[in-house]
């Protein structure tokens, strides 16, 4: 094993909306399966632990859980079991009363943050409370991760920023409704993740869920992806249920910026000469 | 014929290093079948009078154009003749006798505006004086175009100026040298080309050359993409020589930002809460 080198993994889960104990085990069997694989990072889904397609407000408040509840709890313990840092959406209880569409990183057992989603999407409008704080870059024990739910992803200058910010590995919790639009010959939100890969030469671990839910389908848009914009693992065509993706990756890598001789994707920016 | 459809073009051309008048010719060419084609707009490649692999700073100056030089005033004769927008990339010799890497963006007889490149790409920076203005946006009578060169396409805060600031088509004149590094399936600068035109919902019109020259190669990376990111017309796989690419577009359909029932991909944006 080259110095540096680790194993990521998204866990690409069918979670059950309204059965929090099926999901739990969902994300707790993935993560045996990724310690079993050797990961040292897994990524889980957006809103994981919940289902994504509520009826209504309350609804969510009723599958949405505090930072001290079972979710978190179960996988702090997991992830100091098995050393691994784990990203993972969840319907959070927000001490307010709101829900948010949240993501945590758990580093071997310690919370090292919480992030809301700042870009939300379609009827997530009527159930969480956005975010008022910016996409977070985390010191972990794998380097320094960036986390960005979903839409948030479509947004380049978020992903630049977690870039600036001195993100290696941008991870992703997504949940993507099919909208009927296939782009072929990859996905949309596949060629976004790409995109912002090598724009930014910065690892992205992104997972995505599938499995019906009251009727929406899921793009199973899961991906690992180099600083160079190669694919290292993708989902199965029709996005299999728990499917684990696994790849080797270098995070050091994602430091350097240097393109060819005499670039650098960062230092060559003109901040002045753009319009934000 | 829908109204608001139009059709636009890129012409792959495989310009020679050193020999000015070929090339003059390919372009001439390449509009008049451009205008067979029934395109009201025709991109063509960077550099595409010149060459690219430039021996030095003093061959570029000696195979530079000022803008009244035999390039651009032929490309107005003919679009004028042929009620045409053309963007291309010249070689320019600039009033203070240094030499950009510009493009022309000439409506019908006239030129509109020149726009020298940004982010010089390797050896470029040894030859072209960087522009010091922002990436335009052309009030023409095809609609808003935005212009970006090669490289610059790699911003993503470039390309995301050009949406705000209104362009409906962003032209992109490019020469992608191959590196060795194949992304697969679609090449890496088609896919952030893919990415610009969803997440800003624009068409991206990008006109890549091909030909061997000096020992280098080209990716071929010609397309013409819808504001969902499809690919509406792309390169041959190995980039054949003048092979126009035509497509059918809707400008006015870039105008529309929205996705889905309640989202908007600019005004979704959250600027306070990005390190940009």
New interface residues.
């Given amino acids: 094993v080259t110095a540096g080198l680790l194993t990521v993994a998204c866990a690409q889960l069918a979670p059950r909306i309204g059965e929090p104990e099926h999901n739990q085990a969902l994300t707790e069997d993935a993560i045996r399966r990724a310690a079993a694989a050797g990961a040292r990072l897994l990524v889980l889904p957006e809103l994981c632990t919940s289902g994504y397609v509520f009826a209504d407000a309350a609804e969510a408040r009723a599958l949405a859980q505090p930072l001290d509840g079972p979710a978190v709890s179960t996988w702090r313990r997991l992830t100091d079991e098995h050393e691994m840092v784990l990203v993972a959406g969840l319907c959070e209880r927000l001490p307010n009363g709101a829900v948010g569409n949240s993501a945590v990183v758990i580093d071997r057992g310690e919370l090292a943050t919480v992030y809301r989603k ?2 939300l ?3 997530e ?1 009527l159930v969480f409370a956005a975010g ?4 977070p870059v985390v010191a972990t024990s794998v380097g320094p991760v960036g986390v960005a739910v979903c ?1 948030d992803a ?8 977690l870039a ?2 001195g993100a290696q590995l941008i991870t992703v919790p997504m949940n993507t409704p099919s ?1 009927g ?1 296939t ?4 996905a ?1 939100e596949v ?2 993740a ?3 890969a ?2 930014n030469r910065v690892y992205v671990v992104q997972c995505d869920r599938t499995g019906d839910e009251r009727g929406v389908r899921w793009v199973g848009a899961s991906a690992i992806i180099d600083p ?4 290292l693992a993708t989902a199965d065509h029709d996005g299999a249920a728990g499917q684990l993706l696994v790849a080797e990756v270098e995070p050091g890598m994602a430091a350097d910026k240097r393109v ?4 650098d ?1 960062l230092s ?4 002045g ?4």
């Fill in positions: 700042i870009h999407w379609d009827r409008t008022t704080q910016p996409a839409y479509f947004f380049p200058e978020l992903m630049r920023s600036l910010d909208t639009t782009i072929k010959p990859l949309v060629v976004t790409v995109a912002a090598a724009t160079e914009g190669r694919l060819g001789d005499r670039n994707v060559d920016r003109r901040p000469l753009y319009r934000m």
